[in-house]
């Protein structure tokens, strides 16, 4: 894929385009990209300069341009799992360019399906596809060129990163069952353990205002930046806290004194994802207003029995029914136990209050 002629290119992008064609659900899943589902996944990842994005671009592309990944914006790129293509500069080696989605840090490699480079000749390609293929709709749009458009809006930005898919699973439900948004305003959560942000960002981008919780402050800073990417800065506010050296009262104060600033209405949902302060999830029922939810995934004890054999200690371990026992009188929409990839056990757990007291 280094030779960029016209034919070479035709050739490249026709080969990968039977493979897509063959089974377009391999590649392109749109479920995500619902209304309402917050922001909208992108399927290629654009490298190339903003200037040249702006220029010409491929409507369902995320422009994170090559340096920008040398400098630390790995967040920003799809998970390992989700399957992509790769758009350079054109005048890119774009063997080279793929090479750096071979291996991660883990060295475990990308789903990485194609790698091109960003000539006219590519997007006359895929205007070609676009426009043969507008009336069967067979790839949805996938191949849409944008010319001359120029930078999206941050609201209009698509993502490649992902929320973590028990989140974006599971919180729906909840806001359905708690009718979250009934009373006009934008309901408030805790995301606790926010680390880069992608799941407050993307929770932020459903309605909600999020108050991000970590004591890691690169990812705090990362976490605001993702929120000014996608335009939800208003409604993210970012708190450096260790939980572990607060009591839980004195942590709510210092979240109420935020709301109070920021004239948000009171927390009605907390959520954790691979984080565990069990102090905290104890006097969550008795602090949490009536109409509210907790959803929490973490792992489970037998994590140390795996291969990959951590966490460990107690204190970083659910028991089996712990969540369950602390929100008896809640109502579930989910307690499950879940296996990662890795064989890892780790609970998959969600309740609802309801409006009266209990």
């Known amino acids: 894929m280094t030779g960029h002629t016209d034919a070479v290119v035709e050739r490249n992008f026709n080969r990968w385009l039977e493979r897509v064609q063959d089974n377009p659900v391999r590649f392109l899943s749109r479920a995500e990209n619902d209304e309402g589902s917050g922001v909208s996944r992108a399927f290629f990842l654009d490298v190339r300069d903003a200037q040249h994005f702006a220029s010409t671009r491929l409507r369902w592309s ?14 920003l ?3 390992r799992t989700a399957r992509f293509a790769l ?7 774009v063997d080279e360019a793929a090479k750096k989605f071979e291996s991660d840090f883990k060295g475990v490699a990308w789903s990485l399906e194609a790698a091109f480079a960003g000539t006219p000749a590519f997007f006359d390609a895929c205007a070609a596809i676009d426009e043969s293929d507008a009336t069967e709709s067979k790839y949805n749009g996938l191949f849409e060129v944008v010319r001359g458009g120029g930078t999206p809006a941050p609201r209009d930005r698509l993502r490649l ?10 919180l729906p439900s909840v806001e ?14 805790l995301d606790v353990g926010s680390g880069a942000g992608r799941d407050a960002v993307w929770v932020a981008s459903r309605g909600w205002n999020v108050v991000a919780i970590d004591n890691d402050k690169r990812g705090l800073d990362r976490c605001r930046s993702l929120a000014e990417r996608h335009g939800v800065e208003a409604s993210v506010r970012t708190l450096d806290l260790d939980l572990n050296k607060r009591a839980s009262e004195e942590t709510l104060a210092t979240i109420d004194k935020i709301l109070a600033l920021e004239s948000w209405s009171p927390v009605l949902a907390v959520y954790a994802v691979r984080y565990l302060h069990k102090p905290f999830v104890r006097d969550l029922p008795r ?10 995934f973490h792992f489970m004890r037998g ?22 026992d602390v929100f008896a009188l809640w109502d579930v929409i989910i307690d499950e136990v ?3 990839p890795d064989g890892r056990p780790v609970s998959s757990f969600a309740v609802v209050r309801g409006e009266k007291e209990v």
């Open 62 to 75: 995320s422009n994170v341009p090559l340096r920008a990944l040398d400098e630390g914006a790995a967040y």
């Open 77 to 79: 790129i799809p998970p």
């Open 87 to 93: 758009i350079c500069d054109a005048d890119a080696n």
């Open 161 to 170: 990163w992902q929320p973590s898919p028990e989140l974006a699973r599971w």
């Open 176 to 189: 359905r069952k708690m009718d979250a948004f009934k009373d006009g305003r934008r309901p408030t959560c």
């Open 287 to 296: 602090m949490l207003p009536n109409r509210s939810a907790v959803l929490w």
């Open 303 to 324: 994590c140390e029995r795996t291969s990959v054999g951590r966490p460990t200690k107690d204190r970083d371990l659910l028991e089996p029914n712990e969540l369950r």
């Open 338 to 340: 879940v296996e990662l």
